[in-house]
């Protein structure tokens, strides 16, 4: 590695926003030494729609938040933790999380050097393991409603950072590159890549689906999952970008799953 940690690679917002070609988002850059949960952050900001495009980060999140009521855990500079604020957009509940899966996939595997996947619905995968989550949150603001996404990269976690349960399908991108992860280029990358992909989707949303089948690590394979606490089975044939994940159930007939409702299990 050409760093350690003991040289702290600190996020500074001009050097984010310095020749950024974006369009829409990362107009607007704030840096937290640390807060609760950057997502809070920038709901704040969401009644007012000059703060479209708003991204937050932060060092150090003291409650961050997963998908399904988990905790996001990362030690002070270890990873990038990203919030960007969209005060209106034409994606829908299932197609937003897709596009931001997408991105951040891109940003990861060029970082990394090698291609990330994604696990549905938005789970961003290197060899394997999970490397990054995506958070996506609403607010409604008097007649429409604001998103938040949530972005949570692990960059410089080594083995011993990851609690036992974890270690098998948790990585960071330092362990799986071998090198010492620079989180502004990879910052500048991800948010010219959720700038470019939220574009896309929303001109063309089978883009985004003609993408995701090229990263996804269940398309073509059995998989089970648990949807409003009942179990289910099948090969995954593809996905709908109103619906959801689309299997071909192991008891017969093809069904939809809302990514909201969904949780991907284990074989047993
Ligand atoms: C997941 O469970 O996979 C989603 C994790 C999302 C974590 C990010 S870190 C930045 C933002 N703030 C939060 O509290 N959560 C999201």
Redesign the pocket.
């Known amino acids: 590695m050409t760093k350690t940690k003991s040289v702290p690679d600190l996020l500074d917002p001009d050097k984010i926003k310095s020749n950024l070609k974006t369009k829409r988002i990362g107009k607007k850059v704030i840096v937290y030494a640390s807060t609760a949960?950057?997502?809070?952050v920038a709901a704040e900001y969401a009644k007012n729609n000059t703060n479209d495009g708003l991204v937050v980060l932060?060092e150090e999140?003291i409650?961050?938040?997963?998908?399904?009521g988990?905790r996001?855990l990362s030690a002070k500079g270890d990873?990038i933790?990203?919030?960007i604020l969209l005060t209106q957009c034409k994606l829908n509940t299932e197609l937003l999380p897709l596009t931001i899966a997408t991105a951040t996939a891109e940003a990861v595997g060029k970082c990394a050097k090698t291609e990330a996947k994604i696990k549905w619905p938005?789970?961003v995968i290197l060899n394997n393991k999970?490397v990054a989550?995506?958070?996506v949150e609403s607010k409604k603001i008097v007649r429409h409603i604001a998103y938040v996404i949530?972005?949570?990269i692990n960059c410089h976690q080594h083995k011993k950072d990851f609690p036992a349960d974890l270690l098998k399908t948790a990585t960071s991108i330092d362990i799986e590159s071998g090198t010492f992860t620079d989180r502004i280029s990879l910052t500048k990358r991800l948010l010219t890549s959720v700038d470019h992909w939220l574009a896309t989707a929303e001109n063309d949303e089978k883009k985004i689906v003609e993408h995701w089948q090229k990263l996804s690590t269940q398309l073509n394979h059995h998989i089970a999952l648990v949807y409003n606490k009942k179990r289910f089975a099948g090969h995954c044939i593809g996905i709908d970008p109103q619906q959801g994940l689309v299997l071909q159930l192991d008891t017969g007939g093809i069904r939809m799953f809302h990514a909201a409702q969904t949780t991907i299990v284990r074989e047993k």
Request: charged letters at 15%.
């Open positions: 949960s950057t997502n809070n932060a999140q409650s961050g938040r997963g998908r399904g988990n996001w990873s933790l990203c919030s938005n789970d999970k989550g995506i958070l949530g972005i949570g």
